[in-house]
């Protein structure tokens, strides 16, 4: 499996998975993707069918990265995707699945369900894949005698879950930003309470944007980069998006009996790395009918499936909502479905990303690149707060389930799309719990608590807080890797 660059550099070049694997943008700023997709046949998709999880994962991700030994691979994924680690299930019985498909109805003809992606340790979706990761880097740098220091900047649940996923890992610390005194007292025991002395909470005087700020300067500082080993595990992380892949054909094989059948999928979006594992998996041969883009008030993504125009916004057009890990200007994995909407021109890609940056966007209805969306199977939709709260209470009162800000998004632009005959299947992004203020307003109760939260505010808390200065944060990364 070789990868290649979204804008075209070093084609003719050989990068395997573990090449790309610690990095970010390919050097001419575009994203990597494989240089083709692997198909999957019918005898193999029969095969998947009737295997556990972690091993099904082990399956496809094999496929993309041929150049990790396979009974290591097999040995990592076994270690990642347990029922220990997954344990945050709404029925007991059902941790063995890691993603179990919670049937809600049938609506208009079609079986409406969720796909539970939030039981791991941070109660959102991005532990699918950050657990995997840990496990990864830990692996690779172990491999070449390497360390890292992983340097990023959360408002909330990416930061929590690159936490737990690099806990106690060897070869890794993670110093990770956060603004002091802004995150919901929940996010914030999650992420403080941890006690593991590879993990750095560095509480920042100043909002979100402070923090990325000061992520962006410390790696533009090169130098500094380079001697202090500092990487990141942003959204854009190939391996993120591949581990991600796994739970389509999971989801799949729980809403069908057969494999001649098809069905959609609704995502809750907002960098399109989750949706963009789906398109993957399509293009792998999973018959999927419907790619059901789900965005809230923040809706450059919804503009675009509508309209063929993407505009980025600016930070003052970005609005805080209820639903707030949807809450983008940008949508940073993007450029990979346009990489392969047009045709994989790398310099088309390369001009129109230059657009983005100097126009604030571009328009593929005028060239009538556009037209060809629908061969790809997006649609999409957008949703309120207004709307969020009512889904919450709907899918309660009639279901008897409680959901989140970020899945209701998903419900509510999935019975939009709903065809008769064909499963919904919407992707259940975080537990209530993370963002309780909604459903205290929606329900008038309080969100269900998984057992192994019970006290986690109470807990005893370890941080730094540090000015709205890089230089103080730098100082404070060089002072503590030097053991
Ligand atoms: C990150 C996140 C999303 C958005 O996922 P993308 O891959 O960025 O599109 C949606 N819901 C929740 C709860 C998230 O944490």
């Known amino acids: 499996m070789n990868y290649i660059s979204t804008r075209g550099a070093g084609i003719g070049e050989r990068h395997t998975f573990s090449d790309i694997l610690l990095g970010g943008l390919a050097k001419d700023g575009g994203l990597y993707l494989p240089g083709e997709y692997p198909q999957v046949s019918a005898d193999e998709l029969a095969r998947w069918r009737a295997l556990p999880y972690a091993d099904l994962a082990f399956e496809i991700l094999r496929k993309f990265s041929d150049d990790i030994p396979v009974e290591d691979l097999r040995e990592l994924t076994r270690r990642t995707y347990t029922a220990q680690v997954y344990c945050n299930v709404r029925d007991e019985e059902n941790a063995a699945q890691i993603t179990p498909l919670k049937t809600l109805g049938v609506e208009e003809g079609a079986p409406l369900s969720l796909l539970e992606l939030s039981n791991g340790p941070t109660l959102a979706f991005k532990d699918m894949a950050m657990q995997l990761l840990g496990n990864l880097f830990e692996y690779a740098l172990a491999r ?8 990023g900047a959360t408002s909330g649940d990416t930061g929590s879950a690159a936490e737990y996923a690099m806990r106690g890992k060897k070869g890794i610390r993670v110093f990770m930003l956060s603004p002091h005194k802004k995150m919901s007292a929940f996010q914030t025991a999650q992420m403080y309470s941890l006690q593991d002395p590879n993990i750095f909470n560095v509480a920042v005087d100043g909002v979100f944007d ?5 992520v962006k300067a410390v790696s533009n500082d090169h130098a500094f980069k380079s001697q202090q080993k500092i990487g990141t595990v942003n959204s854009i992380n190939w391996a993120r998006v591949v581990a991600q892949v796994v739970y389509y054909f999971k989801g799949y094989f729980a809403a ?38 789900a ?14 125009i993407y505009r980025v916004r600016k930070s003052a057009e970005t609005y805080h909502t209820s639903s707030p890990s949807m809450d983008i200007s940008k949508a940073s994995n993007f450029e990979r479905f346009v990489f392969d909407l047009l045709g994989r021109d790398p310099k088309r890609v390369l001009q129109l990303f230059r657009d983005v940056e100097e126009k604030g966007g571009f328009d593929l209805q005028a060239s009538g690149d556009f037209a060809r969306v629908q061969e790809f199977g997006f649609v999409s939709g957008r949703s309120s707060h207004d709307d969020r709260v009512e889904t919450i209470r709907d899918v309660f009162q009639r279901y008897d389930t409680m959901i989140d800000t970020h899945t209701a998004d998903g419900v509510k632009v999935a019975r939009e799309h709903l065809q008769a005959g064909i499963p919904m299947i919407v992707l259940e992004t975080a537990q209530p719990i993370k963002f309780g203020e909604t459903i205290r307003e ?4 309080e969100p269900e608590r998984p057992a192994a939260f019970s006290g986690l505010e109470d807990l005893p808390q370890r941080f730094e807080v540090l000015p709205n200065d890089a230089q103080r944060v730098k100082d404070f990364v060089a002072a503590h890797t030097r053991a």
């Open 295 to 308: 965005t809230n008030e923040n809706d450059v993504l919804d503009e675009f499936f509508r309209t063929g």
């Open 144 to 151: 070449h005698g390497e360390t890292l220091n992983i340097l």
């Open 256 to 293: 069908t009996k057969h494999n001649d059948e098809r069905v959609s999928f609704t995502v809750p979006s907002g960098n399109f790395g989750n949706v963009c594992a789906g398109h993957i998996a399509r293009m792998m041969g999973l018959p999927i009918e419907k790619l059901v883009v």
């Open 210 to 214: 402070d923090c990325q700020d000061i």
């Open 442 to 445: 929606a329900l008038a109760r």
